[in-house]
């Protein structure tokens, strides 16, 4: 398993109490709802963080590892949500 280091500053606040089953088992419930992985992390002192994940397709890896392109394809998402769009004539093309 390949090990990353996460530096954390931010607050965080209780959001509930659980106990942990005989078979060393957490259920989380409505806490990770529409979630289905996790990254775990844990810090010297036993403490435990909990990072929702997603998967992506590894056709479309490239272009998280593109910034300019990612860039690209934010600007173009911001744009359109304010209505600053045109429409493309492919034929003219």
Same mark, same amino acid.
């Given at each position: 398993?390949q !090990? !990353?280091v ?5 607050e965080? !606040?209780?959001?509930?109490l ?8 957490l ?5 990770l ?5 996790v990254?775990l992390y ?7 963080l909990l ?9 479309e ?5 593109n ?5 690209s394809?934010?600007?173009g998402l911001?744009?359109a949500?304010k209505?600053k ?9």
């Open positions: 398993m !090990h !990353h996460l530096k954390v500053e931010d965080f !606040h209780e959001v509930g659980k106990t942990v089953d005989d078979r060393n088992r259920t989380l419930g409505e806490l709802k529409g979630t289905k992985r990254r844990r810090n010297e002192r036993g403490e435990l990072m929702p994940m997603v998967e992506i397709p590894a056709s890896v490239w272009l998280y590892q910034r300019d392109a990612l860039q394809v934010k600007e911001e744009d949500a209505g769009i045109s429409k493309l004539n492919i034929d003219e093309l």
